[in-house]
């Protein structure tokens, strides 16, 4: 079975950043401080993140980059926490602005991109308990992305005997013990994001945060 035609992908990924603009331009001020389901990171840190390939040239990027050795890890962090100090209205401009943007992140293609700013839209909305519900199409994408072996890897998820169940949704991945919950959440889980307690069922509560 095929996925989803780039127009569509696209598409998704536009309509998904206007509808998380629309969220941030409605927070209160003091939200923007809160933490967010990233370690370390508010939410105006997630925001600057998930803007900043926006915001660099390919050129700025590259020096970035060597000012952190090399390692991405490094310098997705500092830049965030730097360019955190911009004002809400600002950061909120840098991703209503830049919705039919066409950036990829390397090897992820549109999926990624997609996968990118529903993940870290969620570690903002679940963390500040905003009730947003993002579209079954969009959350089908983002869970058969995020359950392939190599993401799977890249986040350090071990979802050996295990088996996820949407029950919000179609939708089903793995063998073994079952954990049940809402489709978002589970993407949240197999991202390596610690959950509230109570958010899934089936699962040893030794994995979720108090």
């Known amino acids: 079975m095929s ?3 780039p127009a569509g992908l696209a598409a998704a990924i536009a309509a998904e ?32 993140h998930m803007t900043m390939p926006f915001r660099y040239s390919t050129a700025r990027f590259v ?13 997705a962090d500092r830049c965030a926490r730097r360019d955190a100090a911009a004002s809400p209205a600002e950061l909120t401009a840098a991703l209503a602005d830049n919705a039919e943007h066409p950036w ?29 519900t993002v579209p079954a ?29 949407a029950d919000d949704l179609d939708w089903t991945a793995g063998s073994g013990r079952p ?5 978002q959440d589970l993407a949240l889980f197999a991202c390596g994001r610690q959950l509230p307690r109570g958010r899934l069922q089936g699962i040893d509560t030794g994995y979720m945060s108090a």
């Open 179 to 183: 954990v049940t919950g809402a489709a």
């Open 137 to 165: 199409s969009r959350m089908t994408i983002v869970l058969d992305g995020i359950t392939t072996p190599r993401s799977l890897k890249f986040f350090g998820t071990d979802l050996t005997g295990v088996s996820l169940h």
């Open 63 to 75: 020096l970035e980059m060597g000012r952190s050795r090399g390692s991405f890890t490094r310098m």
């Open 3 to 5: 996925g989803p035609e």
């Open 104 to 132: 990829r992140p390397p090897g992820g293609g549109l999926t990624g991109a997609l996968t990118h700013d529903v993940i870290h839209g969620l570690d903002i909305t679940t963390a500040l308990g905003i009730d947003r």
């Open 17 to 48: 950043r206007r509808e998380l603009a629309a969220v941030l331009a409605a927070l209160d001020p003091g939200a923007w401080e809160q933490p967010s389901l990233c370690a370390g990171w508010r939410v105006r840190e997630v925001v600057a």
